[in-house]
């Protein structure tokens, strides 16, 4: 590493986890708007980059305490991330080389103290801007609502429509489930700047909707196969089936005739 101010980010001993590190700008680094920002991950890097739900959690919280407070680069320890994500430290050291391997973080430094890293916005990211960029174009010109757009949580027709995406079964445990005792649940949690979008709601029975918790989905799928409530079989669909969620390819039919996405 070159010996240069403005290039090399020393870690200190006295390492402050998740501390964001201005990179030099000509002039006032521009202010972004947050909605459009989530909606290119969403509908852009998440799906080109077949982002696992645990790489998705990862990049956006590397996000939301770099970029979105202006700065570029980003202090931080396995363990700090891995604590602020609810996961553990292996599936988050995981992901932060996957995500540096597809380009969205640029790592600078790496020591047990901890790694500094350039997190990378979706038109940032080789492979993804230009098509980041026209999504972005794209939005602003049309000024449309799509289903990207579309609150699942807001009416009882759009929370049918989680339900009947499923089929009357627990998208955890595959168990065929009475319409009374289904729930809706949240693949990553509120907590961890989950959405209302068809791509994290799922239709699951009370006990896993209790059970899952603040859990990530693919954690709680495991632990049931480690349970013995899913085959082998099972689990690889599920977890193939979370995939195939984040990416956007189990749309529910948004019940209004007519409207903006109503054919999923």
């Given at each position: 590493?070159?010996?240069?101010?403005?290039?090399?980010?020393?870690?200190?001993?006295?390492?402050?986890?998740?501390?964001?590190?201005?990179?030099?700008?000509?002039?006032?680094?521009?202010?972004?708007d947050a909605e459009s920002l989530w909606k290119q991950i969403e509908d852009v890097v998440a799906p080109q980059l077949r982002l696992s739900v645990i790489d998705h959690v990862v990049y956006s919280h590397l996000v939301r305490h770099s970029r979105l407070e202006g700065k570029r680069r980003l202090r931080f320890s396995i363990?700090?991330?891995?604590?602020?994500?609810?996961?553990?430290?292996?599936?988050?050291?995981?992901?932060?080389?996957?995500?540096?391997?597809?380009?969205?973080?640029?790592?600078?430094?790496?020591?047990?103290?901890?790694?500094?890293?350039?997190?990378r916005l979706p038109e940032e990211i080789p492979g993804v801007r230009a098509n980041a960029k026209r999504a972005r174009e794209a939005a602003r010109l049309s000024g449309a609502v799509g289903i990207e757009d579309v609150d699942f949580l807001k009416t009882l027709e759009l929370?049918?429509?989680?339900?009947?995406?499923?089929?009357?079964?627990?998208?955890?445990?595959?168990?065929?489930?009475?319409a009374r005792l289904a729930s809706i649940d949240h693949v990553v949690p509120r907590a961890r700047v989950g959405c209302n979008s068809y791509r994290n709601?799922?239709?699951?029975?009370?006990?896993?909707?209790?059970?899952?918790?603040e859990r990530s989905a693919e954690e709680f799928v495991r632990s049931?196969?480690?349970?013995?409530?899913?085959?082998?079989?099972?689990?690889?669909?599920?977890?193939?089936?979370?995939?195939?969620?984040?990416?956007g390819n189990l749309r529910p039919t948004i019940p209004?005739?007519?409207?903006?996405?109503?054919q999923a």
């Open positions: 590493m070159q010996n240069n101010k403005l290039n090399a980010v020393p870690v200190s001993k006295t390492f402050k986890e998740g501390r964001a590190e201005a990179r030099p700008y000509n002039g006032a680094a521009p202010k972004l363990l700090w991330l891995a604590r602020n994500v609810h996961l553990s430290g292996g599936p988050t050291r995981e992901a932060v080389r996957r995500l540096a391997a597809q380009g969205a973080l640029r790592l600078i430094e790496r020591s047990k103290a901890g790694h500094v890293a350039e997190v929370r049918r429509a989680i339900h009947a995406r499923e089929r009357g079964k627990c998208f955890y445990c595959l168990r065929q489930i009475p709601l799922v239709s699951c029975c009370m006990e896993c909707n209790s059970e899952k918790g049931l196969f480690r349970e013995r409530s899913l085959t082998a079989a099972e689990l690889k669909n599920r977890l193939r089936a979370l995939d195939t969620l984040a990416a209004s005739a007519g409207g903006p996405g109503s």
